[in-house]
């Protein structure tokens, strides 16, 4: 049996979350009294945390290293706690695996909220079809490959809307995936994430992947950090089509442009949840530039701040 090492991009992913993130209000050096038995259940009684305390969802075999390195509380952990289950299809039990392969950002989040995770560590080995570990979560779950990665090309499949891959081979944004059939060019979207954004990514990038025919380099290990997003509403001739963009530099200076989209409804109406404030994220050396909104050929520059993204302001257009 060989130790458990860390890469060098996991200790200092660990290093950023333990002097960047909140204080959990949850002291790592103090001794804590057992919440007790149920009488009536016989079950232990869950302990009561801190308003202000949160979780880090990540792959379980990091759990152990986030409360040694980072004192931080990891959703599950090599005690196989907080994978997640399902069963015939319906969750049976949140945890991180369970939340990686949801398709839905809607459901996602709400895992979230049960589970009073705040951060997302994402790790590219967790994408890497050839290396098996997506296989894994699906044998968490018990669920089969089969399902997530379909032969049909001319749609996106459960495995390209995934959670994981949406995070962190898309960063969150609005993906436009081109594929050539019968010499016709389609065009296969994969739509932002309104409420995630990229606060940290590791040094190393790593051998060029990609997603459908997208090639790309992808750095190596990401934190997200799950935010409420400012919305953006206003309200235009129905059916035409509003988007909405800002470029993003990350702590590598790496830069990628997050992008949205939406139509507008029948009455007119649309809404947009943007996830990053304008200039540099709080407590993270991330920054975006001023959101353009396109509609038709009329552009407009948007500021959204910090406090708007962290309470879900309401900007009208």
Request: without cysteine; aromatic residues 12%.
């Amino acid at each position: 049996m060989h130790p458990f090492l860390l890469q060098k991009d996991w200790y200092d992913t660990l290093k950023w979350l333990k002097e960047k993130t909140p204080d959990p209000d949850i002291n790592y050096y103090q001794l804590y009294p057992e919440p007790g038995i149920n009488k009536k259940t016989g079950v232990l009684n869950d302990y009561s945390y801190p308003e202000q305390s949160y979780g880090i969802l990540t792959h379980w075999s990091y759990g152990h290293a986030i409360v040694y390195y980072a004192h931080r509380m990891p959703v599950a952990n090599p005690f196989q706690q907080g994978i997640g289950k399902e069963e015939n299809g319906k969750v049976k039990e949140l945890g991180e695996a369970v939340f990686f392969l949801e398709t839905n950002e809607k459901t996602a989040i709400s895992y979230l909220d049960q589970l009073r995770a705040r951060y997302v560590i994402t790790d590219f080995k967790y994408t890497d079809l050839s290396r098996g570990f997506f296989k894994n979560m699906i044998t968490w779950v018990g669920a089969d490959m089969a399902s997530y990665k379909s032969d049909d090309n001319n749609s996106l499949t459960k495995y390209d809307e995934s959670m994981i891959v949406r995070l962190h081979l898309s960063d969150g944004s609005q993906t436009i995936i081109e594929e050539n059939l019968n010499n016709e060019n389609t065009h296969l979207k994969l739509g932002a994430l309104e409420h995630f954004r990229i606060l940290y990514e590791s040094e190393t990038k790593t051998n060029t992947i990609f997603l459908k025919n997208i090639y790309k380099p992808i750095k190596m290990v990401k934190i997200f950090e799950y935010v409420k997003g400012a919305k953006i509403k206003g309200k235009i001739t129905s059916g035409t089509e509003v988007k909405i963009f800002t470029e993003i530099t990350t702590n590598q200076n790496r830069k990628f442009m997050y992008e949205n989209q939406t139509i507008s409804a029948q009455d007119g109406t649309f809404e947009i949840i943007l996830p990053y404030s304008i200039g540099r994220q709080e407590n993270s050396d991330i920054s975006a530039s001023e959101y353009t909104i396109k509609i038709g050929n009329w552009t407009k520059q948007i500021k959204v701040s910090e406090e708007d993204v962290l309470t879900g302001a309401l900007i009208s257009i």
